[in-house]
């Protein structure tokens, strides 16, 4: 089945610093790639659609300035959360779409806290 | 716009009950609806995938069910287990988004 890959799985960072999370597939190659947040005991939020080769197209009330998408390859794509304040700790996840008709592939997620 | 609904919230069981988790979505137009499981702290781990001409698909101990016209779809888990302990979300799937239920948090004691 499609594996993905997705680090750090955890990262504590200071106000006002940037981090980057990398979602990789493995054993497949996706044109099109999900990034999603979840805040405590609460669902997934779409953050944004990642396209390869163009611009990520953001959910409404996403800010793109400090959510950079790049989907560089077929096979990665990474958020970098610039100027992170502590209101952006949050769990983030990433998903490929279903391959062969067997649903989307999620990340294992990354639990970012800004102190 | 789609919204995904599940009850309960929260359900506690002993171990052994059968038990079912619901899921319910306001737009009936979705190309598939999707179980996962959800352990604290971690990712998703898709459990079941039902495509819109289906009605219902089993693996195991679970069984998921879906009836389009009336918005809702129910996953069924027989002889639970302490090891079934998580949160379970359903998401509907439109062209290429998923959006996803307020998930079920179980707990299944010894």
């Known amino acids: 089945g499609a594996v993905v890959s997705q680090h750090p799985s955890w990262v504590i960072c200071k106000s006002g610093t940037s981090v980057k999370i990398e979602c990789r597939s493995l054993d497949f190659q996706a044109t099109t790639m999900f990034w999603y947040r979840q805040f405590p005991k609460q669902s997934l939020m779409l953050m944004a659609t990642?396209?390869?080769?163009?611009?990520?197209?953001?959910e409404q009330g996403v800010e793109k300035d400090k959510f950079l998408i790049n989907h560089a390859s077929l096979t990665l794509s990474t958020l970098t959360v610039t100027s992170a304040h502590p209101e952006d700790s949050s769990f983030y996840i990433c998903?490929?779409?279903?391959?062969?008709?067997?649903?989307?592939?999620f990340g294992s997620g990354t639990r970012l806290t800004v102190v | 716009k789609q919204e995904v609904t599940q009850i309960p919230a929260a359900l506690s069981v002993p171990e052994g009950e059968n038990l079912v988790l619901n899921c319910s979505f306001t737009d009936s137009a979705i190309y598939n609806l999707q179980w996962f499981r959800q352990d604290p702290g971690k990712g998703l781990t898709s459990l079941l995938l039902?495509?819109?001409?289906?009605r219902e698909q089993t693996s195991g101990r679970l069984n998921a069910s879906l009836d389009k016209s009336s918005g809702r779809s129910t996953l069924y888990i027989a002889a639970s287990q302490p090891g079934d302990s998580a949160t379970y979300l359903c998401?509907?799937?439109?062209?290429?988004?998923?959006?996803f239920g307020t998930g079920t948090r179980l707990l299944v004691s010894p």
């Open positions: 998903s490929f779409p279903g391959q062969g008709g067997f649903g989307y592939t």
């Open positions: 998401a509907s799937s439109g062209f290429q988004k998923l959006v």
């Open positions: 990642s396209n390869e080769g163009s611009k990520a197209t953001y």
């Open positions: 039902i495509q819109s001409s289906q």
